[in-house]
């Protein structure tokens, strides 16, 4: 049974620490500000197989930056489960008469506010970089898929933090698996540009069709199908909604 008012509660919980850690929004943004900053202008006049000269790199670079930060920032949500289980918050949590799927929806809109408030953030500092904003309706349909991102990466940090019990660990695992997510995604360069052995991993990453996704409504250009990319991202963040769900009751409950 879905409880409003929990997952309102722990919504607003994390919105509060969101906004006493200036640190943590600045932290958040600096790595892909310098990345926009430095490939963006260190690339811009490089032509490069499989980007239209007439886009430029700035252009078709900002997308695959929003899908970065969404993809850090979404997928560290899980650090924050594995805090509040050493600090004892979570154990008070999991005996309130609140069901496990409003916690863990509560932890996924409260991870997703933040991940998007970032992400948003970054796509209004890249005009000054030059990147030409779309209109209000592109934006507005940016914003879902960006919401996609997160709840799919915000699940798998919840999935690892179920099963991982300590800070060490769940770094060591997430970093393994967030890097080569975010290499093969084809957010600095087309995916069609790599060799066909790799390629293949890059059409199972879920990052892949974000970023084409969200290209394809920022800068009308894509590699797939824009209904190919939404129906990819729809499938498989419902499909880790229910896998953390799954294994978040199993891991609170030992």
Known sequence: MIQVNAIYVLWMREMIKYARAKSRLVGAIAMPVFMLVFL???????????????IGYIQYLVPGILGMTLLFSSAYTGMGVIMDRQYGFLK???????????????????????SLVQATMMMFLSVLLG???????????????????????????????????????FNLIINFIVFPLFLLSGALFPVANLPAAIRVFSYLDPLTYGVDALRGIMIDFSEFSLLIDIGILIIISSAMVAISGYFFQKGEAL
């Open 131 to 169: 990147f030409r904003l779309p209109g209000l309706p592109a934006i507005l349909a940016a914003v879902f898929i960006m919401l996609l991102i997160c709840v799919i990466f915000i699940n798998i940090g919840l999935t690892l933090s179920s099963v991982l019990k300590d800070f060490h660990g």
């Open 40 to 54: 963006g202008l260190g690339f811009r006049r490089v032509d490069i197989p499989g980007i239209p000269g007439s």
């Open 92 to 114: 008070e949590v999991m005996v309130t008469p609140a069901s496990r799927t409003s916690i863990v929806l509560g932890m996924i809109a409260g991870g997703a506010t933040t």
